[in-house]
C-alpha cells in the first residue's frame, strides 16, 4: 500500500455485515461500524456460523449458545440490534449455491446499500499468514450474493417466499484486505471496539493467556495503526471498496 487512502463513502443509511463467526467484525472494523451507528446509520449482522468450533475446551453443542450469547452482547455495544446467524456448520463452511441463497435472502430482507464482508482471499497479509476457509467461501459468496440479490431469475424461490430482489447495494467492503483503498478514522470508536472485543471474553481466554483487556488494546491498536501512515496520520479501519 503506497497511496493514500480515501474516507468511505457517506451516502448510506443501511448496511449489512455478513462473515463467518463470532468476533471476525469485532477482530476487524467494530471501531468503524461504532462510529456509523453514532451517526444514525443502521448496521445489521449475519453470521454464516455459530462459532461452535472455535474453543478447544467447550463442546460444540455447549460453545455454539456461548458464542451467540457473547456476539450479540459485543454488537449491542457498537449500537448493533439486529444479529442474525445462518447454521453453517464452523469450520467447513462451503462456498456454493446454498451459502449464496442464504445471504443473498438476507440482503433481500435488509435492503443495505453497503455491504460488509471479511478478507475473502487465501492469505493474509500479503501473503505472509494463511486465510481459513471459512473466511474465503462466506467471503466470495458475500460478493457473488449481493448480485444474486438483485437478480430475480437466480433462486426465485426468495420471491416466492416474499423477498423482492434488490439492487441497491452500491458498494461491497472488505475488512482485512491486503488491498484497502479507502478507510474510516478509527478513533472516534475505539473505546467501544475495545469493549465490543472483550465481550467475546470466553473465546479470548481460551486463545491467550495475556490478560484480556490488555490483548484486546493491544491488538486493536496494532491493527488501526497500520494504516495511520496512509490515511493523514489517524488510526483508521482500512476497507477494499468495490463499486456497484
Known amino acids: 500500500m503506497t497511496e493514500q487512502l480515501k474516507p468511505m463513502p457517506e451516502d448510506w443509511r443501511r448496511a449489512l455485515a455478513v462473515v463467518a463467526h463470532p468476533d471476525d467484525l469485532e477482530y476487524g ?8 451507528t453514532d451517526g444514525g446509520r443502521e448496521v445489521a449482522y449475519l453470521l454464516a456460523s455459530r462459532g461452535e468450533a472455535g474453543i478447544d475446551t467447550i463442546a460444540p453443542a455447549e460453545c455454539a449458545p456461548l458464542r451467540e450469547r457473547e456476539q450479540r452482547a459485543s454488537a449491542a455495544v457498537v449500537g448493533v440490534g439486529a444479529v442474525d446467524f445462518l447454521d453453517h456448520k464452523d469450520g467447513v463452511i462451503e462456498y456454493g ?8 435472502a438476507a440482503i433481500r430482507r435488509h435492503r443495505p446499500e453497503l455491504v460488509i464482508t471479511l478478507n475473502h482471499r487465501q492469505t493474509w497479509g500479503h501473503g505472509e499468514a494463511w486465510n481459513t476457509p471459512d473466511h474465503v467461501a462466506v467471503g466470495c459468496a458475500t460478493l457473488d450474493a449481493v448480485a444474486d440479490a438483485g437478480n430475480r431469475w437466480i433462486f426465485p424461490e426468495l420471491t416466492e417466499q416474499g423477498l423482492e430482489p434488490w439492487n441497491g447495494v452500491r458498494w461491497v467492503a472488505v475488512a482485512g484486505s491486503d488491498r484497502p483503498t479507502h478507510a474510516v478514522d478509527a478513533a472516534p470508536g475505539f473505546e467501544r471496539a475495545v469493549r465490543s472485543l472483550l465481550e467475546h471474553r470466553a473465546y479470548i481466554e481460551a486463545l491467550t493467556d495475556e490478560e484480556p483487556e490488555t490483548y ?15 490515511f493523514g496520520g489517524r488510526p483508521a479501519v482500512a476497507f477494499e471498496v468495490f463499486s456497484r
Open 29 to 36: 472494523c467494530a471501531a468503524a461500524i461504532a462510529q456509523w
Open 97 to 104: 449455491l446454498g451459502l449464496r441463497r442464504d445471504i443473498a
Open 216 to 230: 484486546v488494546r493491544d491488538f486493536l491498536t496494532t491493527t488501526t495503526s497500520m494504516a495511520s501512515e496512509h
